[in-house]
């Protein structure tokens, strides 16, 4: 028979055990629907009356939080859509009306009751921009104003929460101040930097002014509960000795964790901190003192056969989830933190060769193939499914890191999950720029040089919300570089204390540079900025022309084709650019950068949709080459490049591989190519047939083919060979200048490259189109139609597959889109990632491409057109 005692006991488990399932059912939750705003103006009451839930909120607006001001009046229709036409001069300006015009009180209705038996009930802020005072049920939560963009917020609002579970929460948000003048300047007047906030949002070379500087609760807003303790800023550390290959069965790897504990209470509170890994249980007994907050370290774990985490074109990004719990003496867990981390090791070392930073991950050596990032949406509309479109296609390109330029974010959390994800490395800039905090005197700037570099006003601000965001980021495997700023070093007493102390104390596994191009980085032997050019440039520019060893912007054009342009361009201002001619207001206002005299190469331009066509040639040849250039010169002009820039938050018409609403370009497609694993590339400087090997294995005994097409069709082959290349490297093989000079010099001439492996499976295929002497693409003009049979079949949901084949004795099918389509509107689905695209098609030639799309009841009835250079768009039915 069970005693009293016994039952007693096993009823007291058996509650406590019930109540951590009960508090953990729902562990932590996001308050993003049901808010209500209204702006300063229209409210007298204090927020202690406001936070009341007797008080009225009669003609408040239904407010969008997370979000900004402008996403909400968007919302609610008080105006027009600021990415559109010229609709931001409809809007008004914050620094013309004065920042009271978007002081907004943000009001949200919640249901939670105290906890039990010393449960705790916590508020967290993501992100609040710019300054907020907080209300709930009555009182004040912050003694002070809280101020600083990135700079989180947790209160404890256990003791505030009503008995019967009805709260309302009350928030004043107060925009930047100064808001800066936005005067067409880099980050207009400067005076935005005097916060510690994004510097974009008063206007760049590429964006047009956001009207409220994007002031609101822009970033998530959580209730969390826990019981007597909380658990808090995990951190993971992986070392990982030795070289290692990626699919081979791996040696040990050493696994480092910690946590804080805060301990809110009154009474000490002993347990233990452990997490389980691989069946093994790695843990450690502490004792957390009262109104205290304790690191704890536990002991190293080594992890056998681990899997490894790679960069984009390297290996696989295999990603471990532990549960970090503080548990007590009656196996009660009083709290717990989700971690998801990889398993690799960075090292960043010099290379004396080439003068420049070179990483290493695992081991062995990463040649960087960057891009630029600003955000994901200049207003702040932040979503994680966007965030994976975006770095997706960024995996797409064949890329391998995204450096986060220092006038915008510390990305979110969401943005780390997507990069972890598709293995993107991540150069994170911290928020300083050269233009508004004084690299450089500047006429447009209101305060004189000396001065702004100062900025921002309140620097015990910015070290606290560094100190911060590095916890928020650290756990992930795709950070690959801190950064003090962009082209620019941070005040000496915010940059000393984060290089000596904040660093080394919360993360000293990553490389810190004191500036997005500063020698540590990348030696600047040649003078002048260290970074750029940004426009067109001549292709044989990336080939023959040494800049610094490890540039950090260098980029050129990139706008949509017709129908991406349609989205935002008024149908009146489809207006074609005329060289050396002011271009119509709308493509000036979207921030057009001319494609010059490169467009009239290919025949002046009939109208705007064969201006857009003629562009992408471009783009897919200059962003092909650009890679190209630089990976020619691997470990011995070059250990890395980073595109300025791979995305736009803004219907901009420059800098972008596909354009705000994901519909790609050809850029994406020439840096596809130009970044293939193996790689097969002309030199149109030498005329040499080179290959690249990007993997960490010798290639072994490849087959490689040139051959040339004219614009009738006709093949003639110039060379093939065998070939070999080392790992990480690139080899020269084959010139063939003469016989191309000569094949191209009256129509020009098309110029096929391909590597087959043992089995005669493509492993890499490179298509040119090479002007004629007087190099203008005259034969091109002149093509007759090409006549393809293409089909398309559904392989699974949201699977597509299409096959292109042109027949033999006829014209090359040149450049073709293949598009994913409504079948009654015939407008493009978006986002689709394609496989392949803007890809030509020989004569005798089948290709594959694979449609990939998220279905949705949207999406019953679709089509798949089809239209190239040469080829009128048809549309092909979905088997």
């Not at 960069?311 to 532990?322: S, T």
């Not at 980029?555 to 129908?563: K, P, R, T």
């Not at 008024?570 to 271009?583: A, L, R, T, W």
């Not at 497609?669 to 010798?698: D, S």
């Amino acid at each position: 028979m069970v005693s009293f005692e016994k039952c007693k006991k096993l009823f007291c488990l058996t509650a406590l055990l019930s109540l951590a399932c009960s508090l953990f059912g729902q562990n932590e939750y996001e308050l993003n629907a049901g808010w209500h705003c209204a702006p300063i103006g229209k409210v007298a009451q204090k927020g202690e009356v406001i936070s009341s839930s007797s008080y009225p909120l009669v003609d408040w607006l239904p407010a969008t939080v997370p979000g900004t001001l402008l996403t909400t009046l968007l919302n609610n229709k008080f105006i027009p859509d600021p990415f559109y036409g010229m609709n931001n001069q409809k809007i008004s300006d914050i620094y013309t009306t004065g920042r009271d015009y978007y002081t907004y009180w943000f009001v949200k209705d919640f249901k939670e009751k105290r906890g039990a038996n010393g449960g705790q009930v916590w508020l967290h802020f993501r992100g609040v921009n710019y300054g907020c005072d907080v209300f709930l049920n009555g009182h004040k939560l912050n003694e002070k104003t809280h101020y600083g963009m990135y700079l989180r917020q947790t209160y404890n609002i256990t003791a505030l929460l009503k008995k019967d579970g009805n709260n309302r929460l009350a928030v004043i948000v107060y925009p930047p101040d100064p808001v800066g003048n936005p005067n067409g300047g880099q980050g207009g007047d400067g005076q935005i930097a005097k916060n510690v906030t994004h510097q974009y949002v008063a206007g760049w070379d590429w964006i047009q002014p956001i009207r409220d500087r994007n002031t609101g609760i822009w970033d998530k807003v959580t209730i969390e509960k826990t019981t007597s303790v909380n658990l808090k800023d995990p951190h993971i550390i992986t070392l990982v000795p030795g070289v290692r290959f990626p699919g081979e069965a791996q040696q040990p790897a050493i696994i480092k964790a910690s946590a804080e504990i805060e301990n809110p209470g009154n009474a000490a509170v002993s347990g233990t901190l452990q997490y389980t890994l691989n069946g093994a249980v790695v843990k450690k007994q502490v004792t957390i003192q009262p109104h205290t907050t304790t690191e704890v370290s536990l002991p190293d774990y080594t992890l056998k056969q681990p899997k490894l985490w790679w960069p984009n074109g390297y290996g696989e990004q295999p990603l471990y989830n532990i549960q970090l719990q503080f548990v007590n003496k009656s196996k009660v867990v009083l709290d717990k933190e989700n971690v998801q981390f990889g398993v690799r090791e960075l090292q960043a070392i010099w290379n004396d060769h080439t003068k420049s930073r070179e990483l290493l991950v695992n081991g062995q050596r990463v040649f960087i193939k960057g891009g630029n990032w600003i955000v994901s949406d200049a207003m702040l509309r932040l979503t994680p499914e966007r965030y994976d479109a975006e770095i997706r296609f960024h995996r797409d390109m064949n890329l391998n890191l995204i450096r986060i330029w220092g006038g915008a974010l510390t990305e979110r959390p969401e943005f780390y999950q997507a990069c972890d994800k598709y293995g993107m490395l991540v150069f994170q800039d911290f928020w300083f720029s050269g233009d508004c905090n004084g690299r450089w005197k500047d006429p447009m700037k209101k305060d004189d040089q000396q001065t702004r570099r100062k900025y921002p006003d309140d620097h015990s601000l910015a070290l606290a919300s560094l100190e911060d965001q590095i916890k928020m980021i650290r756990n992930h495997p795709s950070l690959a570089f801190y950064c003090g700023g962009n082209e620019i070093i941070p005040p000496e007493d915010i940059l000393i204390p984060l290089k000596t102390s904040i660093l080394p104390r919360l993360d000293n596994t990553r490389y810190f540079f004191d500036y997005s191009n500063s020698d540590s980085m990348s030696l600047n032997t040649l003078g002048g900025n260290g970074d750029g050019p940004y426009g067109i440039q001549n292709i044989n520019t990336f080939w023959d022309h040494r800049t610094w060893p490890f540039n950090s912007e260098v980029g050129s054009v990139g706008i949509g084709d017709y129908e991406s342009m349609e989205r935002f361009i008024p149908k009146e201002n489809m207006n074609v650019p005329q060289y050396k001619s002011k271009v119509d207001s709308v493509w000036e206002y979207h921030k057009y950068i001319g494609y010059d005299q490169y467009i009239n190469q290919y025949g002046e331009a009939k109208d705007v949709r064969d201006f857009a066509l003629k562009a992408q040639l471009i783009n897919y040849d200059q962003y092909r080459g650009l890679i190209e250039g630089f990976t020619s010169h691997m470990w011995d002009w070059y250990t890395g490049v980073i595109i300025w820039k791979t995305q736009n938050p803004w219907t901009a018409m420059r800098g972008q591989m596909y354009d705000y609403y994901l519909d790609p370009n050809a850029c994406l497609y020439g840096l596809q190519k130009a970044g293939e694993r193996v790689h097969v590339m002309y030199n149109p400087v030498t005329g040499m047939v080179m290959v690249e090997n990007n993997t960490f294995k010798t290639t072994g005994k490849l087959s490689m083919e040139a051959t040339t097409f004219d614009m009738d069709g006709k093949g003639s082959l110039l060379t093939k060979s065998s070939i070999e290349v080392a790992p990480t490297s690139v080899k020269s093989f084959a010139t063939i200048k003469d016989e191309i000079e000569k094949l191209r010099r009256d129509k020009g001439i098309f110029l096929s490259l391909q590597l087959r492996d043992k089995n005669n499976k493509i492993v890499s295929d490179n298509f040119y189109w090479l002007p004629n002497g007087a190099d203008k693409y005259e034969g091109l003009q002149k093509m007759k139609p090409a006549k393809v049979v293409a089909k398309a079949r559904r392989v699974s949901p949201g699977k597509i597959e299409v096959i292109v084949t042109n027949p033999a004795d006829v014209p090359v099918a040149f450049f073709n889109r293949i598009s994913l389509v409504n079948a009654q509107s015939k407008k493009r689905i978006l986002p689709v990632f394609y496989s392949d695209n803007y890809l030509s098609v020989l004569p005798g030639e089948s290709k594959t491409v694979i449609i990939d799309y998220t279905p949705s009841s949207n999406h019953s009835d679709l089509l798949v057109s089809l239209k190239g250079w040469n080829l009128d768009e048809h549309f092909i039915r979905i088997k």
